[in-house]
């Protein structure tokens, strides 16, 4: 937190201190004296969820921008699949199969960071959603080129804490899906699916809706596994059907290697324009 006052009256941090040392009575404990912004009960309450909104795009926002995070290369991929040391694990043959693409995850992360790290480490730092599989493997190539990366994590259900190889003052954990994925967006430079499951179709089929309508500027959307994402999605027939444009199956590409990623990330047609129209809508 920075300690530039622009302002001479009392801080909120000092009022908390006071606060906190007032003499113990029947007012003074009451929950209704607590004041606001340090009172969980209060800010719990479903009343105060755009002021939990708020803060959640703020933290992000304000912490990134102080650790000089510019922009960010942003993976997306399955927490299901194992590095390869680990592939006997996977439930199925096809998780096991998909073990290459950790590699691949981790040794372009790497030499995106060491790309990064030449210019400066503040362009183009690595940001995944903080978990195991993919995730991991983006952290922890971000992390052995010397480097820093992002880690967006997410409450579930079931026990989960960021992997070891987020960059600590940049682990970030998310109440709201929504703000967590406008965080992820809202620096990319570049964006990388790797095979995963619903929450990287969705993050998948987002994305691309938000280049597709102009909502956001194209970057290099390169989606990791021809075979894999092919199986999953017939994106000709979406197009032979018309519910897309023939335009909008060029705003991706596929790629099976970190090089061959890393070069086409370099040398992106139209990256940073919007699109002004949506081909094949109705005016």
Not at 53 to 78: H, I, Y
Not at 115 to 124: I, K, P, R, V, Y
Not at 183 to 195: E, G, I, W, Y
Request: proline share 5%; charged share 25%; glycine share 8%.
């Amino acid at each position: 937190m920075t300690k530039d006052r622009r302002h001479l009256m009392r801080d909120s941090q000092e009022d908390q201190r006071t606060a906190g040392q007032v003499p113990q009575t029947p007012q003074t404990m009451s929950p209704s004296y607590r004041l606001a912004f340090t009172d969980e009960e209060f800010l719990l309450r479903d009343e105060l969820r755009p002021v939990r909104w708020q803060l959640e795009l703020m933290k992000p926002e304000l912490l990134m921008n102080e650790a000089g995070v510019n922009s960010t290369v942003v993976l997306f991929g399955g927490a299901r699949i194992p590095e390869p040391a680990q592939k006997h694990t996977a439930r199925t043959q096809t998780l096991a199969d998909l073990s290459a693409f950790y590699e691949e995850a981790r040794a372009f992360a790497r030499r995106v960071t060491e790309w990064s790290l030449s210019e400066g480490g503040t362009e183009n730092v690595i940001v995944t959603g903080g978990g195991p599989g993919v995730m991991e493997a983006g952290n922890r190539g971000a992390e052995e080129a010397g480097g820093r990366s992002v880690g967006l994590n997410i409450v579930l259900p079931h026990e989960q804490a960021p992997n070891a190889y987020v960059t600590p003052e940049l682990a970030f954990n998310f109440h709201y899906f929504a703000i967590r994925k406008m965080h992820f967006l809202m620096r990319a430079k570049a964006v990388c699916v790797f095979p995963g499951g619903f929450g990287t179709l969705d993050e998948l089929f987002e994305t691309l809706t938000l280049i597709q309508t102009g909502r956001m500027k194209r970057v290099p959307f390169l989606l990791f596994g021809r075979d894999f994402w092919e199986k999953i999605v017939n994106w000709e027939a979406l197009a032979e059907a018309g519910t897309i444009a023939d335009e909008d199956l060029q705003l991706f590409k596929f790629v099976e290697t970190a090089d061959e990623a890393f070069e086409a990330m370099r040398s992106w047609t139209h990256a940073g324009e919007r699109r002004e129209h949506i081909p094949g809508r109705r005016e």
